[in-house]
């Protein structure tokens, strides 16, 4: 079982940048085993993928939204995976969500939201002038 633990968000104005973190906790889960996940979830949306890395961080997925301005990276000897946003547009405010599972190794399109079993409580990015 695996606790995931997000941090990093707030208000920020357009344009402006935010890391976010997911920090891993359990003890009979290794993080740096499993790939991971940022989603995010706006008022009166579906929660929707955001970016995907996998479990050594050589393979990344990114939705097309944030393609260029959005970095998903992951600290395994730290147990913590980030998401770096740059460029925040008012449409990304959304409390964001990190995900991960024992069962997933790779980072692809092919990734589903019910693939993810461990989420953490979200975190809340709020782009706003």
């Known amino acids: 079982q695996v606790t995931l633990v997000e941090s990093g968000g707030g208000l920020v104005r357009p344009g402006g940048s935010l890391r976010l973190s997911c920090a891993a906790s359990g003890r009979t889960f290794t993080f740096s085993s499993y790939a991971m996940g940022w989603y995010r979830q706006a008022p009166g949306k579906l929660r929707e993928r955001v970016a995907f890395?996998?479990?050594?961080?050589?393979?990344?997925y990114y939705a097309d939204s944030v393609k260029g301005r959005f970095t998903i990276s992951r600290d395994n000897a730290k147990n913590t995976g980030y998401l770096q946003m740059n460029s925040l547009k008012v449409e990304n405010t959304a409390t964001y969500y990190c995900a991960t599972d024992p069962d997933l190794y790779c980072a692809g399109d092919n990734l589903a939201e019910g693939d993810f079993t461990s989420w953490g409580q979200g975190t809340q990015v709020t782009v706003s002038s």
């Open positions: 890395i996998s479990w050594s961080g050589g393979d990344t």
